[in-house]
């Protein structure tokens, strides 16, 4: 399941950054499989902070996750040739310091996204019985020592 699309990286930057950082070849047009790989690295590390909470994957994407998977896919796409600048890495930073309140629990993905704390039911499942009352108690032995 991917978090965010080709279409959703120039919605949110504009057509003309995502040919700048994308056309490797430098033919003057965007790279929709270059964009594409960034989005599948973003999808890992974005699953690599809420796999402990949720289930994955997710039915629905959350919005706020397609917004993140395309910051986080954008600074991946920067580097040496492309300049990386103060907007990009501050919101990657950002992107990450959600995805860690997010994996600590903090805050949610929202309702309607299926969490890890559901519990299944069947033969498997797990019962609790609750016993009779304490049999010895302070009163019962006159608040003495064992």
Same mark, same amino acid.
């Given at each position: 399941?991917?978090?965010?699309?080709?279409?959703?990286? #120039?919605?949110?930057?504009?057509?003309?950054?995502?040919?700048?950082?994308?056309?490797?070849?430098? *033919?003057?047009?965007?790279?929709?499989?270059?964009?594409?790989?960034?989005?599948?690295?973003?999808?890992?590390?974005?699953?690599?902070?809420?796999?402990?909470?949720?289930?994955?994957?997710?039915? /629905?994407?959350?919005?706020?996750?397609?917004?993140?998977?395309?910051?986080?896919?954008?600074?991946? &796409?920067?580097?040496?040739? @492309?300049?990386?600048?103060? #907007?990009? &890495? /501050?919101?990657?930073?950002?992107?990450?310091?959600?995805?860690?309140?997010?994996?600590?629990?903090? #805050?949610?993905?929202?309702?309607?996204? *299926?969490?890890?704390?559901?519990?299944?039911?069947?033969?498997?499942? #797990?019962?609790?019985?609750?016993?009779?009352?304490?049999?010895?108690? @302070?009163?019962?032995?006159?608040?003495?020592?064992?």
């Amino acid at each position: 399941m991917s978090y965010a699309t080709y279409q959703d990286m #120039v919605e949110y930057f504009g057509e003309r950054e995502v040919r700048l950082i994308s056309d490797r070849d430098k *033919n003057g047009k965007p790279d929709p499989l270059v964009v594409e790989g960034a989005l599948q690295t973003a999808d890992g590390e974005i699953d690599s902070f809420i796999a402990g909470r949720y289930s994955l994957p997710l039915r /629905e994407t959350p919005r706020v996750l397609v917004g993140i998977a395309c910051d986080i896919a954008r600074y991946r &796409l920067v580097g040496t040739e @492309r300049i990386e600048t103060t #907007v990009i &890495l /501050e919101r990657y930073k950002m992107a990450i310091r959600y995805l860690e309140k997010v994996a600590a629990g903090t #805050v949610t993905l929202g309702s309607g996204v *299926n969490t890890g704390t559901t519990v299944e039911s069947g033969e498997d499942a #797990v019962q609790f019985c609750v016993g009779a009352a304490r049999q010895f108690t @302070r009163r019962s032995t006159r608040g003495g020592a064992y």
